[in-house]
């Protein structure tokens, strides 16, 4: 596309490009816009290197024309759009990109793949945090993804309210805390289940967390209780009917004088295992598969489009494809969730920009300015990024309807509003 | 793990741990193995650098043992298993990796995470080609899943039969073939749609894809036909009902001349969508969402579990745990694929290493040395590794009783047995 437009002279022309999704995925009563952040560092960081334009010209996939351009490309361009943790309804324009339209159109794979990814992660995470109503929940899904989208993951699910995270990688990168439990190997590659405790109580104190399900749950509580003693932190149940487990081993801990060990649920947790286990005695929840698949929606399906561009003259032209189910609407938006007395959100409100700003609703613009004129804004990357993104989604969460709080499918919370 | 296990000294106790899926996805019939040769060029530049133990250390969460430990790592164990785009079923020990239990343990996480996402992303790929019946599928889903594994998902696909992918750094990094189509923005950018088909063509020649679905279809076949002669490579329709449309459309081309004018169709295929376009007169099936998140099984679910271990004087232990619904099956295993005397497989037979190899089964032993004493093995990885890969699915496929090219739900095509 931008091989051809260089020819045509169209390149160059101002475009606005958004970004939303049609539909929340079946069911979910709202979004999660997460990867902003991550957005916003690969903008910094977007060049075509010798080996990608190498490879380009060897296969003779673009003309020197346009390997020329691509070789000097550097994002001038202004990018408004979502703070990072904000709660997103289908059209939502969660972000703007207006530069030319060779700059803007390079980026939409990159664009689309980390808010795709990262927004359906923390779209099922904040579900998952929801249920379980202030019990810590633990990311531990690295192993069912993708090696990238691993640490990506763990980012998205700190956004939605995850306390920790197994993946050190996202610790290293983001400052997200990390923490981590033994596997069943370590038990068996010690002669005995007391050995491998012993060890991992030699290693790391009385405080770290025994799996107690590799062989007998029973035996294994009584020997973790009897070689880390009254301060042993935690315990881990991985299999079985947790709801069971955790009353019966909470009572053992009891009995032995072990009030303030915690137990520790892992084990295809999701939304709804983890609000069946509410009445349990379970002090937190370490989520996988689930989470890092997105609870049965592993993408967001938002889409890239471009809603305005100038003319000759240099005048924006409002654009929208026609194409059947997947209509658009055109033009630059602007964005304002209505709130009303009570400070409940009660609808999503978008407008052409530039149109009067009373319009009968009041509420929160929620468009902040993330670039500006290729210059990255401060305070939504690295680690001051990732806090920021969690305080966000709370307020932006608490703010809802009781609705929002229901795991059973249903509509939009809020209805999304053209003027 | 890996520091308890250095204080007790266990650590460099000789392991033996497998991959495998307990089951399939739910309804499937067959799974592909694909990651293989992603493991093995990871495996080869396996370290920890300055960065990551620098991080580790100020974190206190490792002692000085375990991080100098890290800092030599290098793998020097040995590697069997599966060859990449060989069929899989449940319990295949598709990998089996025997190393000290600190240079196994450490893998655990990178392993997993490239196998059951490469995996589950080859075995949805795998479905569609079949559906497909010959005619080309081409990868095209980047922007629905996260960065990195976009370039897994095109590499995937490849395995499974795909014939190109749009992800043109996977074309850089594993030589598979690239082509992309015109987006809808681009007929936008100009101002008419004739203007965007003329840029396109003066770019790319008669045989270039045009995108006729951005306003009025009929209108945008004519101009096409217009515009790039009789000469035209392909159109691609990617909204509505694409039966009826490719069938109008074919029609359309046929009384303007343009015979040899292909219909690519796209938006939201999967196995099933294809399926019910095998009568339309379709030549190339461009696929996205689905594919990239496994239609509708975003990970394989593979495990990698210590099934054997040294004990002090060094004689090799089976293990495995108890745990409900997850018992695992301990000892180092060897496969064979059971060939009936028509060519077709009939079991998946897995027995001891080392039990005798009369067992009254004929077939095929699937699993090949990967790595031997740290050397990585020839042929696995790069574009070579992607190509055999390719044939050897295809032949493995073959193979398969016919229920195999089912697409409804059912049970694995064939059993699994434990001798």
């Not at 899904?141 to 995850?162: I, K, Q, W």
């Amino acid at each position: 596309m931008v091989q051809a437009a260089l020819r045509s002279g169209a390149a160059h022309r101002r475009c606005v490009f958004e970004v939303f999704a049609r539909r929340l995925p079946e069911g979910r009563r709202y979004g999660v816009v997460a990867g902003t952040g991550r957005v916003l560092e690969g903008l910094e960081k977007f060049r075509f290197g010798d080996a990608e334009l190498g490879f380009l010209s060897d296969r003779g996939v673009l003309d020197e024309q346009t390997l020329d351009y691509l070789a000097d490309y550097r994002f001038s361009g202004t990018v408004h759009g979502y703070a990072e943790g904000e709660v997103y309804l289908p059209h939502s324009p969660i972000l703007r990109v207006e530069a030319s339209f060779a700059q803007a159109c390079v980026l939409e794979t990159f664009v689309l793949s980390v808010l795709n990814h990262d927004s359906a992660i923390a779209s099922a995470a904040s579900r998952m945090v929801m249920a379980a109503d202030g019990r810590p929940c633990v990311e531990m899904g690295s192993r069912r993804t993708n090696e990238g989208s691993a640490v990506a993951a763990a980012r998205a699910a700190a956004v939605a309210g995850f306390s920790a995270t197994s993946n050190l990688e996202a610790g290293r990168r983001f400052g997200i805390p990390t923490l981590g439990t033994a596997a069943h190997a370590f038990t068996l590659l010690h002669d005995s289940e007391e050995e491998a405790f012993a060890a991992q109580v030699e290693a790391f104190g009385p405080g770290t967390t025994l799996l107690v399900d590799t062989y007998d749950v029973e035996t294994a509580v009584r020997s973790a209780v009897k070689i880390a003693g009254p301060k042993l932190g935690a315990v881990r149940l991985d299999s079985g009917d947790l709801v069971e487990q955790a009353h019966s081993v909470r009572a053992l801990l009891d009995s032995l004088g072990n009030r303030e060990t915690r137990i520790i649920v892992s084990s295809d947790l999701d939304e709804h295992a983890i609000a069946r286990l509410a009445a349990a005695p379970v002090d937190s929840y370490g989520v996988g598969t689930r989470l890092v698949t997105g609870s049965g929606a592993p993408t967001a399906s938002m889409v890239y489009k471009l809603v305005e561009r100038d003319d000759d003259a240099g005048n924006p032209v409002a654009v929208a494809k026609a194409s059947t189910g997947k209509t658009s609407h055109g033009g630059a938006k602007q964005v304002l969730r209505s709130i009303d007395d009570h400070g409940r959100a009660e609808a999503e409100v978008i407008a052409s920009v530039g149109s009067p700003e009373e319009v009968g609703y009041m509420g929160r613009a929620l468009q902040v300015p993330l670039v500006i004129d290729g210059v990255v804004q401060p305070g939504f990357t690295g680690a001051e990024g990732v806090q920021r993104a969690q305080q966000r989604h709370q307020e932006s969460v608490a703010e809802l309807p009781a609705d929002a709080h229901r795991l059973s499918a249903g509509e939009p919370v809020i209805p999304t509003v053209f003027l």
